[in-house]
């Protein structure tokens, strides 16, 4: 039967209960370094059970512990940082399921292996903006949605902390994309709906449409015969730089200032008109 005791060897020291001469049952143990103090539970000479760790900058653990090791469920304290970490643990690791709350504001609730971000998750860092989905070694990989503190949302596939592969990103003015992605830009096949009525559908490299209409040129020549009171009708045409028809384009707004040809002038007109900038 475990009796206490109180006992000191080599600059360390233990108050409580003992089997066989060594620690059994409850008590406190201070290490020979002074660092680190144990009070809980021991199994022949083991920590073993319900206990709490104690570091001398403040830090501890708390929770359970087996055959030694911090086996279990716990929190775990980090003073210099003011983080803490509540839920599974194995082996001293984070390991299982958990919450981790970073002293700066960041928070994370889900799966953990090995000390890092691992599986499934719910990231929320300072700012608010907001991550949930797959992790992989601390970093967002595999699919995932995150809101964005500006109003964009991005719905799709990660690696390592990068857009990677099919997303779609609704922004917040209204635009949308769907498509693929690379390094965190439009990449590959896509459309871009913009805010302006804008349609295009392509090939996109570092988030600049391949393709896309660089001029509207006017079918039937320069200059249009029109009766005045008369409706008419404009025949235009995208084409890339090169000259080539765009087929996967649509939406663009074409504002048409018309005049009359006087002997002494060439065109009288109605103004400049102000164009929505677009990606393209």
Not at 117 to 138: A, E, M
Not at 156 to 174: C, T
Not at 233 to 257: A, M, N
Request: proline share 2%; with cysteine.
């Amino acid at each position: 039967m475990a009796a206490p005791v109180k006992n000191k060897t080599r600059n360390s020291q233990y108050v409580g209960e003992v089997k066989n001469l060594v620690r059994h049952g409850f008590g406190l143990y201070v290490y020979p370094n002074r660092f680190f103090r144990y009070e809980g539970e021991w199994d022949l000479g083991e920590k073993h059970g319900n206990g709490k760790l104690w570091m001398k900058d403040g830090s501890y653990y708390e929770g359970e512990f087996s055959h030694g090791e911090i086996e279990g469920n716990g929190k775990r304290y980090w003073a210099k940082k003011g983080d803490s970490y509540s839920g599974q643990f194995s082996h001293g690791e984070l390991h299982g399921y958990g919450v981790m709350l970073r002293g700066k504001g960041e928070r994370y609730e889900g799966e953990f292996a090995c000390g890092l971000r691992q599986g499934h998750g719910l990231l929320v860092d300072r700012d608010g903006q907001t991550y949930q989905g797959s992790f992989h070694q601390n970093k967002r990989h595999g699919d995932g949605q995150e809101h964005y503190s500006n109003g964009d949302e991005y719905e799709g596939s990660w690696l390592l902390d990068q857009k990677q592969g099919h997303g779609v990103m609704r922004f917040g003015d209204g635009s949308l994309y769907e498509g693929q992605w690379r390094n965190n830009l439009f990449n590959g096949q896509g459309t871009l709906i913009h805010r302006s009525g804008l349609v295009y559908e392509g090939l996109w490299r570092n988030s600049h449409a391949l393709g896309g209409a660089s001029k509207i040129v006017i079918e039937g020549g320069d200059v249009l015969e029109v009766f005045q009171e008369s409706p008419f009708c404009v025949e235009v045409q995208l084409l890339t730089e090169e000259g080539e028809k765009v087929i996967g384009e649509s939406g663009r707004l074409l504002q048409i200032s018309a005049g009359m040809r006087l002997p002494d002038t060439s065109l009288s007109s109605a103004g400049t008109p102000s164009p929505i900038n677009t990606p393209l």
